[in-house]
């Protein structure tokens, strides 16, 4: 029963994937209680089967079907696969970002050709703003706030978002000398930095450049949270996971800070619709967290976009630079598709 092929995957993705699924599995058995679920014994069997695709590397998976990957940005490790078998191909795009953050390159692929294209659509319909205006409105917001003595919460996913905004607050810390503490939950997120310090080759020009001096992933004003924290007097800065406020320590330190006007909460990404963020997001003022437990909301809610999907713009310069005979939309919602497709 089951797959006995080959795996490929990248290398920052063959170091990191085992971590994710032992996590999503401590979670799944351990705190919901699921039974009939995949074992620890299960991941290491699979990740036995994986096999290292370098990019631009042509690999041959048997006589007949070639697979070449291409750098995807979006999260490290990330790419898209380009596939022929005889006179027909295809790439399939996955999740990717076509403009350079502060730790990822921009997306790119050769003018392979395709006959098909399969590419993600989850900002179809939106052109973004200057991602530079949005990172001065995220560090004026958050120093604002920490200036009035409040506390700021920033709940993201372990891969990607986390790095990319520690290395704003980072940098900003430093260049305006302050002393107020900042904090992530660490676990998952300690473990994905050591990854980031491993495959630094994987990220862009900038963090390869300062890495001759020191590595950018060793934060100085960034520390290991811990859960008593939470209750000390004073201004502070919290990155907790998950994203979505549905479980975990980002939901735990927003109960205790939600009926305090002075603190915030910064929404840097996209939340699905019924979890904790996405009713704080739409104004709601009285949380029901589960049957037991109602929150009232008196924080400063925030919602600043760091997504790191291609917006419109990036899916169409993508679908130029690969110049298929036909585009297949998935990973969108069905009215951005259908507004994408008339383009």
Wanted: hydrophobic share 40%.
């Amino acid at each position: 029963r089951g797959y006995h092929g080959p795996i490929f995957m990248t290398p920052p993705t063959k170091a990191i994937c085992p971590i994710l699924l032992e996590d999503y599995r401590k979670i799944t058995v351990e705190r919901k209680g699921e039974t009939g679920f995949f074992t620890s014994q299960h991941i290491k069997d699979c990740m036995k089967k994986v096999v290292p695709l370098h990019l631009h590397e042509t690999v041959w998976v048997d006589d007949e079907l070639e697979l070449r990957a291409y750098y995807a940005g979006h999260v490290l490790g990330a790419a898209m696969v380009y596939a022929r078998s005889g006179n027909e191909s295809v790439v399939y795009t996955g999740d990717y970002n076509m403009t350079p953050d502060r730790h990822l390159g921009a997306a790119w692929i050769e003018r392979v050709r395709p006959d098909v294209l399969i590419t993600e659509s989850t900002y179809g319909t939106t052109i973004r703003d200057s991602k530079r205006a949005r990172e001065r409105d995220f560090l004026e917001k958050v120093h604002s706030c920490v200036q009035r003595g409040g506390k700021v919460l920033i709940p993201c996913f372990a891969l990607g978002r986390a790095q990319e905004l520690c290395i704003l607050i980072e940098t900003y810390w430093e260049r305006m000398g302050l002393t107020v503490p900042v904090y992530f939950s660490a676990g998952l997120t300690e473990k994905a930095n050591r990854y980031y310090k491993l495959f630094i080759n994987w990220t862009n020009q900038k963090i390869k450049e300062s890495f001759v001096e020191r590595n950018p992933f060793d934060f100085k004003h960034i520390k290991a949270w811990s859960r008593e924290y939470a209750d000390l007097p004073g201004p502070m800065v919290l990155f907790a996971t998950p994203g979505m406020l549905h479980i975990g320590t980002s939901l735990e330190v927003f109960k205790k800070w939600a009926g305090d006007e002075r603190n915030m909460l910064i929404m840097p990404g996209y939340c699905v619709a019924g979890t904790v963020g996405a009713k704080v997001l739409s104004g709601m003022k009285t949380v029901d967290i589960d049957q037991y437990t109602q929150i009232n909301v008196n924080i400063d809610v925030q919602n600043l976009s760091f997504s790191a999907h291609a917006d419109a713009k990036g899916i169409v310069e993508l679908i130029r630079q690969a110049a298929p005979r036909n585009v297949v939309l998935v990973h969108g919602e069905k009215s951005r598709m259908t507004v994408l497709k008339s383009k």
